[in-house]
């Protein structure tokens, strides 16, 4: 069982950069366990969506296409941390951010096959 954790939300500027972190913690570590991670993000009003994906190992990422020359994902292995870096940020951009995560290898941007979802983090980006 795992928890993740989101940070680095907040209010900026149109055309300014943010980067949010999902900090990924095993409640209890079994032999075995491995988890895909991504980012989706739900805008006022509208249904959530996939931003980026991670798989397991961090040999594959995924991208919403829409934003893909705007979003960079990294991860650091030894702080269990998950990073979106986002550039160029629109007024559009403005959403809930949640950070999940799913047992399996490579879960992409089905958020169905995501179980665990942090408590999310806001970005507001003003024209």
């Known amino acids: 069982q795992v928890q993740v954790m989101e940070s680095g939300g907040g209010s900026v500027q149109a055309g300014d950069s943010l980067r949010l972190s999902c900090a990924l913690s095993?409640?209890?570590?079994?032999?075995?366990?491995?988890?895909?991670l991504g980012w989706f993000r739900q805008a006022p009003g509208k249904e959530r969506v996939g931003v980026a994906a991670l798989n397991f190992g961090g040999t594959m990422k995924y991208y919403d296409v829409s934003l893909e020359d705007r979003i960079t994902l990294s991860q650091d292995s030894a702080k269990n941390t998950m990073y979106l870096q986002m550039n160029d940020l629109k007024p559009e951009d403005t959403a809930v951010y949640f950070c999940?995560?799913?047992?399996?290898?490579?879960?992409?941007?089905?958020?169905?096959?995501?179980?665990?979802w942090g408590q999310g983090t806001q970005v507001t980006v003003s024209a």
């Open positions: 999940a995560a799913g047992r399996g290898w490579n879960h992409g941007l089905d958020d169905r096959k995501y179980r665990t």
């Open positions: 095993k409640v209890t570590t079994n032999t075995g366990d491995f988890y895909s």
